[in-house]
């Protein structure tokens, strides 16, 4: 494994240093994306329509490639019952491994690094083009100004049996305050994954 390569570049079977799999929503036991921002197609076997003598056909695991938009974020395509969906590669990361996204297409995902073809999932960090600011801190977002006491809001997102559940954990006078909210309440109900002062996973 060349560890210089860029993760989107690296189509080797062998895992990267510290990479860890999750099966993608709605697609287990097809696709699985990585914490460094890799997509990979699991073997399997399927069906063929439409052929005259083949009706199945195998598929060997690899490491799916990605591509480019105009806007120089990375996308990758998965295919079920003969659909494409496009996958954006960053917020299937966070959304995988943070499991955060308050309010849908109104959060984007912004890059620490300012290399928006680095995906991992250390390098990412929530924004908001609405009256919520995405904070330094996870599951941590600053209200509007017309809540200046209490400016922060605390919460947390998961999903259960593929339906998406959220925990509004209140409202905060300091953004720490909010923090060790959503760490007491991962570690509360003992969810794997990772908090601003604790590491749960």
């Known amino acids: 494994m060349n560890t210089q390569i860029e993760a989107y570049k690296d189509f080797s079977l062998q895992d990267r240093e510290g990479e860890v799999w999750k099966d993608i929503y709605d697609y287990e036991g097809l696709y699985q994306i990585?914490?460094?921002?890799?997509?990979?197609?699991?073997?399997?076997?399927?069906?063929?329509?439409?052929?005259?003598?083949?009706?199945?056909?195998?598929?060997?695991?690899?490491i799916c490639r990605q591509k480019i938009r105009?806007?120089?974020?990375?996308?990758?395509?998965?295919y079920k019952e003969d659909i494409r969906s496009e996958l954006y590669?960053?917020?299937?990361?966070?959304?995988?491994?943070?499991g955060d996204i308050p309010n849908g297409k109104?959060?984007?995902?912004?890059?620490?690094?300012?290399?928006?073809?680095?995906?991992?999932?250390?390098?990412?960090?929530m924004a908001s083009s609405n009256g919520y600011r995405a904070?330094?801190?996870?599951?941590?977002?600053?209200?509007?100004?017309?809540?200046?006491?209490?400016?922060?809001?605390?919460?947390?997102?998961?999903?259960?049996?593929?339906?998406?559940?959220?925990?509004?954990?209140?409202?905060?006078?300091t953004e720490i305050e909010a923090a060790k909210a959503y760490d007491d309440f991962i570690v509360k109900h003992n969810l794997k994954r990772k908090g601003n002062f604790i590491d749960n996973r």
Do not use: C, M
Not at 106 to 125: A, G, M, T, Y
């Open 34 to 62: 990585s914490n460094h921002g890799r997509i990979k197609s699991l073997a399997r076997i399927v069906n063929v329509k439409n052929h005259p003598i083949i009706t199945w056909r195998s598929i060997k695991e690899r």
């Open 70 to 78: 105009s806007d120089g974020h990375l996308i990758s395509f998965a």
């Open 135 to 173: 904070n330094k801190y996870i599951g941590v977002y600053k209200k509007n100004k017309r809540y200046p006491l209490r400016p922060y809001q605390g919460t947390v997102i998961v999903y259960e049996n593929k339906q998406r559940i959220t925990y509004h954990l209140g409202s905060f006078a």
């Open 89 to 98: 590669i960053s917020r299937a990361v966070w959304l995988h491994f943070n």
């Open 106 to 125: 109104l959060q984007f995902i912004n890059h620490k690094d300012e290399n928006i073809k680095n995906n991992h999932i250390d390098n990412l960090l």
